[in-house]
C-alpha cells in the first residue's frame, strides 16, 4: 500500500487493514475449530471399542470408548480457542494503547508487541493446517 506521492501509508492505515487481517484469519480459524469439535466424538482410534461398534452397524454410545481421543481432540480444540483469545485480548490493548497517543511505542511496551506477533505466527501456523479449504487466504501463511 503506497500513497500517490511514493510515501509510506499512514501508521492508522497500516493498524486497520492489520485488524482487518487478523479479524478475519480468527474468524476463519474459530470456524475450522468449530468443525473438528463438531467431528471430535467420531473420531477415535483403531484399537477403541466405539470405532468396532461403529464399523458394525452399532449406534455409538460414548461409555463405549476407551482409547479418549474425542476428549484429546476436545482438549486440542479449548487450546487453540485459548491462544486466539490471547492473541485477541493483546490486539486490544495494543490498538486502544495506540489510539490514546500519536506515539504508540511511548505507551506499549515492545514486549507486548512481541508477544502479540508470536501469537500471530501461533495461529497463522493452526490457520495453514486447513490451507485446502476455500477460504483460506495465501497471505495468512506463516
Keep these: 500500500m503506497v500513497t500517490s506521492n511514493d510515501q509510506p501509508p499512514p501508521l492508522e492505515w497500516v493498524a ?5 487481517m487478523v479479524n478475519d484469519l480468527i474468524t476463519f480459524l474459530r470456524a475450522r475449530l468449530g468443525e473438528l469439535e463438531q467431528k471430535a466424538p467420531d473420531v477415535h482410534e483403531g484399537r477403541c471399542a466405539a470405532h468396532h461398534e461403529q464399523d458394525r452397524g452399532y449406534e455409538y454410545h460414548p ?15 479449548e487450546a487453540k480457542r ?14 486502544q494503547g495506540e489510539s490514546e497517543t500519536a506515539r504508540p511505542s511511548d ?36
Design 16 to 20: 486497520a487493514y492489520r485488524a482487518a
Design 63 to 77: 461409555e463405549w470408548c476407551d482409547c479418549g481421543r474425542p476428549d484429546r481432540e476436545r482438549a486440542h480444540i
Design 82 to 95: 485459548r491462544i486466539i483469545e490471547m492473541l485477541t485480548r493483546y490486539e486490544r490493548a495494543i490498538q
Design 107 to 142: 505507551s506499549i511496551p515492545a514486549a507486548m508487541y512481541a508477544a502479540r506477533d508470536g501469537l500471530d505466527q501461533v495461529i497463522r501456523l493452526h490457520a495453514a493446517a486447513h490451507a485446502d479449504h476455500p477460504d483460506y487466504r495465501e497471505e495468512w501463511r506463516p
